[in-house]
């Protein structure tokens, strides 16, 4: 409603390919690329941003799929969250998929995508700590040419994205065993997560993989407690836990995560956000090894 | 989503018996064009040569203002006038009821977004980056953001921090029972959250006066008081009522109105306003946070003995419809029960908390979650079932009210809660996959069948229909017949609560003429008074009614007269005019022969009278009741609760559309489900916090539940046009008592806070 035409963009380019996509973001610096919009649009609509030029990437047909790369799914960055939630992609990334379903209203998943899910990275992004647990690595296209470096590396700040660069591509490990996303909203309706644990279960490496979402700026790893579960299960034989073990194991990820400051009470929420988080990687835990 | 059952009238039109008139469902004439996206709303208004306004608001909750100073921002391009409180030609004060509200903030500033400023300027962008420089110098200061404390505060207001208060005592205070519980209820701050956006268009007019194109839900009052702030004659001022994008309470916060009209005036030129969303949160009325302590008493068998209750409401600053609130809190701070002895202390008090106003059942709905809470308890203490407790405590017609009115409308309250008692429960959730069950969490959420637990909760409801207390309530419409098609004219705002459906159709049922119009509401038109309170179902459709059967008076008058029998004796149906015998037969159109008739009327119920000292006296012309009976499953892990179903049997005296009512108590059901899960805005040390809906999420069609519409008591209220009850806002008022009872039972929990947390419906695990 408040969209009056004096805000939007001057300029609005809609490449047809990655490179030129590249190409136009060199040509214009203060552009600012556009996928979905559904973050963006609604920080402009509110005032916060006031984009001088637009790059559309939804005529980029390139990143709009995926494809197989030696054991890995390499995704593009503009699958919307509604084409990653159907099943045949379920099949090949079970939590991402479920991740997808789970991120807003049907509306939005029509028009979001992974790459503005990751470039947004927002505490509550679902897709972030699927990504995390699943150790993907993000590639990007800059005038420089391409690289490739961990997603955690984009997020943390460590390693951020470049004048000019695009998401192009996320490569991620095809795992062949359960995987699992569970997300707490608080409410039925689509909802913004209060907590979300993303587990996977890595035969090959023997490992078991956690991530937590949205209690902190970035998706954290317990990297301890995925250890001790790791340990205490019988990789050769059926993989299942006893009971306690999944709980033992949602409190250990629950106090990670939410960890006790010495010398003080946790405060009331914290204590709610630490059970939820426990209950989660308990079911998540289960589920993957049910 | 809504199911209608049984037989009766209700089923009968649905099934397709009438297309028009009363009890036929109608359908609205404005439907297509909403749907289409085609209906002209405030945020679509456009003028020649208009400038955009934008509105400084206070960041403070309590500050006192030193300087303000507008130099810069009126030097910036494109700006053409700001405003401040020394731009305020007449009144500086406003108010519905009690003019105690600043225009712009002139000393101090009471809450956070209090405007401050208005700026006009050639684009919105200037208009807001200029309001943003406009200097203010705050001295802040400690904002009292406590009710309880407000009582002992410094008066952060000039009239005092105690609004209102009303001690009702009615029986005899040292009446004791033989049981008693006691319980502390907490109710947050629900936003009216109308969808579209709050906005609205001033154009100047050559004599000096201003129309205002806003999406008003009572025009008149918002000219009177755009006029005295003006400066103006009332007649200079016009309102013009836009198309109203929803509207649970007053729609517009006055605060923008105002402004506008101010810079309309002062720049000689159209000027167009649209409320961002953080300012929509931030300018409005919301509803009173409350705080209630109960102690009910009863016998062994679980008779109500007496009712003692404290009530507090938080106003926010400014008075507001706070009294009204009151009133309504206490008069029914028992309930649809029968207490020989209630005592209740009632205050209404300032804070620096977001502002509190008239919002769907306002007062009636914070009671009804406490005193059900209380039912519940007495239920637990007692060993009886939770409806059974109620079952024998329901109040009928003939019985007083706590304020010694005595209740003389249909009041079915046992044949109610008796409906929805013996409904069939909701089947479980079943199929072999349990991933597809719909649990607490949604579709792709985290629940878990084995960590789910299901409650059954019942509430019984009520509210008053009309303003209480000796509110003037009176509406005047005007209808015309003309070339077999009548027009209705009458100021009584449609807000989508269906009133031009339903004027359309008490016109098809007088004159038997299938079209009819009805024009938009100004205030060149006779007043009609606000939207709220079901008044338009009541006094608005009542003066239309008068009015159609002095236009088909006029009309068979004639015929009558020339064929020698009474008016009486002839019917109109379909455009066509017969006489009981058939000898007569003969059209509108040719009756009418060219002429138009036209016939204006009023309709005013009986008066009401203001609650006396002791909370005595008869302040309600009318009364509407409601039971429901809620099921839900609660993840108690999570604490995550999905509302299953909630089955609704309401006193409705008539069905007059059967769709548009089941639309309203869906409605109604699914407001007060926000209310009971989700909405509460956050306003920690009277700062705002996250104004947005993500930061403030409101029910969509999946956290609904199946709204069940088990029976609809149709038994008429005598003094009612047609009999009818307001219908829209008792669900709201009884549907989040009904949901806290089902998480109760469900968890085991007190469950005494609405919006209910996910930590209030966790099952610890027993060690
Ligand atoms: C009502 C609503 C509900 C929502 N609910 C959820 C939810 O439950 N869970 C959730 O995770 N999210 C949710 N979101 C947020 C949003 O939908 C997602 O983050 C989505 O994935 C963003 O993708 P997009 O394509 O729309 O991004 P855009 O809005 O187009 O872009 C977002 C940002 O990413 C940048 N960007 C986009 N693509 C690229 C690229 N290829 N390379 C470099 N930069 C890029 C843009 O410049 C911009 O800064 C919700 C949003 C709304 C409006």
Known sequence: MSTYAGQAAEHVTLPSSLDEAVEALAAMPSAVPVAGGTDLMAAVNSGLLRPAALVGLGRISEIRGWQYADGAALLGAGLTHARMGRPDFAALIPALAAAARSAGPPQIRNAGTLGGNIATAAPTGDALPVLAALEASVILAGPEGDRELPVSHLLTGMDPLRPGELLAFVRIPLLHAPQTFLKATGRTGPGRAVASVALVVDPARRQVRCSVGAVAPVPLRPLEAEQWVAGLIDWDGERSLAPEACTAFGEYVAAACIPDQPGVELPPAAVQLRRTVAALSRRALGRALA | ?767
């Open chain 2, 1 to 767: 989503m809504s199911i209608i059952e049984g037989p009766g009238p209700v089923a009968d039109t649905l099934a397709g018996a009438s297309a028009h008139g009363i009890g036929a469902s109608v359908p609205p004439a404005d439907a297509l064009a909403k749907t289409r996206g085609t209906y002209p709303y405030a945020a679509d208004l456009w003028a020649e040569g208009l400038l955009w306004a934008a509105v400084l608001r206070s960041p403070h909750p309590s500050a006192r203002i030193v300087r303000i100073d507008t130099a810069d921002a009126r030097a910036m391009p494109g700006v053409r006038a700001v405003i401040t409180h020394e731009d305020v030609p007449g009144d500086a004060m406003h108010g519905r009821g009690v003019a105690d509200r600043p225009v712009f903030a002139q000393d101090v500033v009471r809450h956070h977004g209090e405007p401050i400023a208005a700026v006009a300027a050639d684009h919105p962008d200037t208009a807001r980056l200029a309001a943003a420089a406009i200097l203010v110098e705050y001295e802040v200061l400690d904002p009292v953001t406590d009710p309880e404390k407000a009582f002992a505060a410094e008066p952060l207001h000039p009239d005092g921090n105690l609004i209102r208060h009303i001690p009702l005592s009615f029986g005899d205070p040292e009446a004791v029972g033989e049981v008693v519980v006691e319980g502390l209820y907490r109710v947050g701050r629900q936003d009216p959250a109308p969808i579209g956006a709050e906005a609205g268009l001033a154009v100047p007019r050559p004599d000096g006066g201003v129309e205002l194109y806003i999406a008003s839900t009572d025009p008149h009052a918002d000219r009177d008081i755009a006029a005295a702030c003006f400066g103006l004659e009332a007649d200079r001022v016009k309102v013009v009522v836009t198309g109203v994008p929803g509207a649970t309470g007053d729609r517009e916060d006055s605060g923008v109105q105002l402004p506008l009209g101010l810079l309309a005036l002062k720049t000689g030129c159209p000027v167009k306003f649209v409320a961002t969303r953080e300012e929509s949160f931030l300018g409005h009325a919301h509803r009173h946070p409350t705080l209630l302590r109960y102690r009910h008493h009863a016998d062994a068998e679980g008779r109500l003995v007496k009712v003692e209750a404290q009530i507090l409401l938080d106003a926010g600053a400014y008075a507001d419809a706070s009294s009204s609130a009151l009133a309504a809190a206490v008069a029914f701070a028992a309930g649809p029960y029968v207490v020989p002895h209630v005592f209740v202390e009632g205050w209404a008090v300032r804070t620096n908390n977001p502002p509190s106003g008239h919002v769907r059942g306002e007062g009636a709905m914070q009671v009804c979650a406490a005193y059900e809470g209380q039912m519940d308890k007495l239920a637990a203490k007692l060993g009886l079932e939770p409806a059974e407790v109620r079952m024998r405590n329901v109040l009928a017609t003939g019985d007083l009210l706590p304020t010694g009115q005595t209740v003389t409308c249909p009041a079915p309250v046992g044949e109610l809660l008796k409906a929805v008692r013996d409904a069939d429960l909701p089947p479980l959730p079943d199929g072999e996959d349990e991933s597809q069950w719909l649990l607490p969490g949604g579709t792709s959420g985290a629940g878990e069948p084995g960590a789910v637990r299901r409650g059954v909760g019942y509430a019984l409801g009520m509210v008053h229909v009309l303003g209480a207390e000796g509110t003037d309530e009176v509406s005047t419409a005007t209808v015309r017949i003309h070339d077999g098609r009548a027009t209705v004219i009458c100021a009584a705002v449609e807000t989508g609560q269906g009133f031009t459906t339903l004027a359309r159709q008490v016109v098809q049922e007088v004159l038997g003429v299938e079209d009819v119009r009805v024009l938009p509401a100004d205030t060149d038109q006779p007043p009609a008074g606000p939207a709220a309170r079901g008044r338009h179902t009541w006094v608005s459709a009542g003066a239309v009614e008068r009015a159609a059967k002095m236009v088909r008076t006029q009309l068979l008058q004639p015929l009558a007269a020339k064929f020698g029998m009474s008016v009486e004796l002839l019917s109109i149906a379909d455009g066509k005019i017969t006489s009981y015998d058939g000898v007569l037969s003969t059209t509108v159109a040719e009756t009418l022969d060219g002429k138009e008739l036209w016939a204006t009327a009023q309709c005013r119920p009986h008066p009401t009278d203001r609650l006396d000292e002791n909370g005595q006296g008869d302040a309600f012309v009318g009364l509407a009741f409601c039971a429901i009976r809620a099921v839900v499953d609660v993840d108690i892990e999570l604490g995550s609760v999905r509302a299953v179903e909630l089955a609704v049997a309401q006193d409705v005296g008539r069905v007059l559309n059967p769709r548009q009512l089941a639309a309203r108590i869906e409605a109604g059901v699914t407001q007060g489900l926000g209310m009971a899960l989700m909405e509460d805005l956050r306003a920690p040390g009277g700062v705002v916090k996250r104004p947005n809906f993500t930061g403030y999420p409101l029910p969509t069609a999946l956290d609904a539940p199946d709204v069940r519409i088990v029976k609809l008591v149709e038994e008429r209220d005598v003094v009612a046009p047609f009999g009818a009850k307001a219908v829209s806002a008792v669900p709201v008022v009884t549907a989040p008592a009904a949901v806290a009872a089902a998480v109760r039972a469900a968890t085991g929990r007190p469950v005494n806070r609405l919006p209910i947390r996910p930590q209030a419906a966790i099952v610890k695990p027993q060690v």
